[in-house]
């Protein structure tokens, strides 16, 4: 029953900044894990950072240091603030929740980072 919508992404020049939201409905998700994952064309999904229900997070080692992964349990919300955007960031971004029964994915939402 749970979906996830990603949005707030585009195009951005190298060193921007964008805020991508992923909102979920149906289920709450505030004592499940949820993360960020990237697929670049021709590559592999990758994670880009998970944040668990007590608020703990872990980054990609790529990312670590500019981006920040956030939950507002009230809104069944999660957050990835990028900063310093590079153009190695250029990915579609997917939000993923992860429960006993499943494994929910959004439908993803570009990220475009000009040099």
């Known amino acids: 029953q749970a979906q996830l919508v990603e949005s707030g992404g585009g195009l951005v020049q190298a060193g921007g900044s964008l805020r991508l939201s992923c909102a979920a409905s149906g289920t709450s998700f505030s004592r499940n894990a949820m993360g960020w994952y990237r697929q670049a064309p021709g590559k592999q999904r990758e994670l880009v950072a998970r944040?668990?229900?007590?608020?703990?997070?872990n980054y990609a080692d790529s990312v670590k240091g500019r981006f920040t992964i956030s939950r507002d349990n009230a809104k069944n919300t999660v957050y990835l603030q990028m900063n310093s955007l590079k153009p190695m960031d250029t990915a579609v971004y997917y939000c993923?929740?992860?429960?006993?029964?499943?494994?929910?994915w959004g439908q993803g939402t570009q990220v475009t980072v000009s040099s």
């Open positions: 944040i668990f229900s007590d608020g703990s997070t």
């Open positions: 993923n929740a992860r429960t006993s029964w499943d494994d929910y």
